[in-house]
């Protein structure tokens, strides 16, 4: 069973930076794509990274050009390092691991961009 395990979340003033992890254990198969989604309260639930085994990225376009994803295949980790955060950036941060037999959400991890 893929478990993950999320770090990285906090608290961060308008213009600042953060950096997610999310650690997958248990893969069997190999990982077909990890990515990040974000809820904000009262609002669904969207993507806003992914990066597939071979590393091909795509990001929203809300994040574009500030947010970078990134993993270690031999950690079985993705990173995703969020620049030049904005108050709308504030969300819950969950993990998405894909694999050719399961689908796995991370816990969420809150970010809050706030002066």
């Known amino acids: 069973q893929v478990q993950l395990a999320e770090s990285g979340g906090g608290l961060v003033q308008p213009g600042g930076t953060l950096r997610l992890s999310c650690a997958a254990s248990?893969?069997?198969?190999?990982?077909?794509?990890m990515a990040w989604h974000r809820q904000a309260p009262n609002n669904k639930r969207e993507l806003v990274a992914v990066?597939?085994?071979?590393?091909?990225?795509n990001y929203s376009d809300s994040v574009k050009g500030r947010f970078t994803i990134s993993r270690d295949n031999a950690k079985n980790t993705v990173y995703l390092q969020m620049n030049s955060l904005k108050p709308e950036d504030t969300s819950v941060y969950f993990c998405?691991?894909?694999?050719?037999?399961?689908?796995?959400w991370g816990q969420g991890t809150q970010v809050t961009v706030s002066s």
């Open positions: 248990g893969i069997s198969g190999g990982i077909v794509f």
């Open positions: 998405y691991v894909r694999t050719p037999g399961s689908v796995t």
């Open positions: 990066i597939s085994s071979a590393g091909n990225t």
